[in-house]
């Protein structure tokens, strides 16, 4: 059973860098046959998608271009997790965090993390 | 993007009764494989999304077969035989076709009367 269990701050300040983790049980961030995406949902603007990241033979990170300048994913492979981080947040950028896994031929989202609420105010 | 639309947005519901929930896309989900890129959520009050149905009418591991889902190109169901209590929560269509770039539908609460 694929567990994904998140951590992070859940009150950041203005301008300051959102940071996430995701620490995967039961699969593997480098499995050949997933990818793994963080969304993010929020009243204003629902389920939104932020990244992507997947690996095939080698690493590849896919952006949300309404975040693309100041968003990185990036694997762990020695503690098999995946993180986020976001510069220079905004209050739109309060939202509950979810990490995802991406599976099969329509990269279905079958697992998902249980959230993090993270608020951004000084 | 490509840009889902659901309708209704709520939907009370007598137990025992259907319900039946719309979802368009604003370009095609048909691929050339032949499936529809479109999966359905649930998301139970205070829960994570999960996964209902996924290619348009493959049921997930553990989904009653009450659920159905069905539809091609543009215009999609999802479709309850008989609402129980623990259906309720928010009900979201999500397009694949353009994967990265997922997108979801504003999400259909459905409430029991």
């Known amino acids: 059973q694929v567990q994904l269990q998140q951590s992070g701050p859940r009150l950041v300040k203005p301008s300051q860098t959102l940071s996430l983790t995701c620490a995967i049980s039961?699969?593997?961030?480098?499995?050949?046959?997933?990818?793994w995406n963080w969304i993010r949902q929020s009243p204003s603007r629902g389920l939104e998608w932020l990244a992507r990241?997947?690996?095939?033979?080698?690493?590849?990170?896919d952006y949300a271009e309404s975040v693309k300048s100041r968003i990185t994913i990036y694997p762990d492979t020695s503690k098999n997790q995946l993180s986020l981080q976001l510069n220079s947040v905004t209050p739109e950028d309060t939202a509950v965090y979810y990490c995802?896994?991406?599976?099969?031929?329509?990269?279905?989202?079958?697992?998902w993390g249980r959230g993090t609420l993270v608020t951004v105010s000084s | 993007d490509i840009v889902m639309t659901q309708s209704p947005l709520s939907l009370p519901v007598t137990p025992g009764e259907p319900a039946s929930i719309s979802c368009r896309s604003s370009?095609?989900?048909?691929?050339?494989?032949?499936?529809?890129?479109l999966h359905w959520y649930l998301q139970k009050p205070g829960q994570s999304p999960q996964l209902l149905i996924y290619?348009?009418?493959n049921r997930a591991s553990g989904v009653p077969d009450r659920f159905s889902g069905s539809g091609s190109g543009t215009d999609f169901t999802l479709k309850i035989s008989r609402v129980e209590a623990e259906d309720v929560g928010v009900y979201f269509c999500?397009?694949?076709?353009?994967?990265?770039?997922?997108?979801f539908g504003q999400g259909t609460r459905l409430e029991i009367k």
């Open positions: 999500m397009q694949a076709i353009d994967t990265p770039r997922i997108t």
């Open positions: 290619l348009n009418s």
């Open positions: 990241t997947y690996y095939r033979s080698k690493w590849y990170n």
């Open positions: 039961g699969d593997s961030v480098s499995s050949e046959s997933v990818a």
């Open positions: 370009q095609s989900l048909l691929h050339t494989n032949e499936y529809n890129y």
């Open positions: 995802a896994r991406a599976s099969g031929i329509a990269a279905t989202n079958d697992y």
